[in-house]
């Protein structure tokens, strides 16, 4: 377990995709996986955002000030940083490692982002690990209760994206109205 905990960091901290490390947790170590991989998601996720924030927004912070587009988004990751970080992690849009980096040079406070993201990896970090969870029981023959199950994350993830796309759009159509 300790091995695939520092995988799972490592991996989360890089730019790399982790999304199938979960998965694997969930088939190999059953439920124990979520309390694991939350746990490891969201440490490595406050590293990236304290390394982006201390080594690289001082060096970003002239090409916001000469770029009205980006200082208005910094301004609206600030000003609704709990609200923007929430929906960027539950959107599987952006690539949620790239996220702790861009998060860490924008101006959000340390304590709303830590919130939103504990908020907000959650239900993701439980669909993946269930995906392997479910993926084991396969081999036994999944039960009715299995794809009751496995049918409505498929309906709460299609129902999220659609809730996202709409509160994103939402969101950027009140910063630059035409």
Do not use: C, H
């Not at 599987?92 to 490692?97: A, E, G, R, S, T």
């Not at 504990?118 to 299995?146: C, M, Q, T």
């Not at 509160?167 to 109205?177: C, I, M, Q, V």
């Amino acid at each position: 377990m300790l091995f695939f905990v520092l995988i799972l960091i490592v991996v989360t901290f890089l730019p790399a995709p982790d999304w199938p490390l979960p998965i694997a947790a969930g088939y190999v170590y059953g439920y124990w996986a979520f309390p694991l991989t939350y746990a490891s998601i969201a440490f490595a996720s406050v590293l990236a955002f304290l390394a982006a924030r201390y080594l690289l927004r001082d060096k970003i912070q002239p090409l916001l000030n000469r770029r009205p587009k980006y200082r208005k988004l910094d301004r609206a990751v600030a000003d609704d940083g709990w609200q923007v970080v929430v929906l960027m992690r539950l959107s599987p849009i952006v690539p949620f490692n790239l996220q702790n980096y861009a998060l860490g040079v924008t101006a959000i406070p340390f304590l709303q982002y830590l919130t939103a993201t504990l908020i907000g990896i959650a239900p993701g970090i439980a669909i993946y690990v269930y995906f392997g969870i479910f993926g084991k029981g396969l081999g036994n023959g999944p039960s009715f209760f299995d794809w009751v199950l496995f049918g409505l994350g498929v309906l709460a993830t299609i129902a999220l994206a659609i809730l996202v796309i709409r509160k994103t759009k939402t969101k950027f159509a009140e910063e630059n109205p035409t």
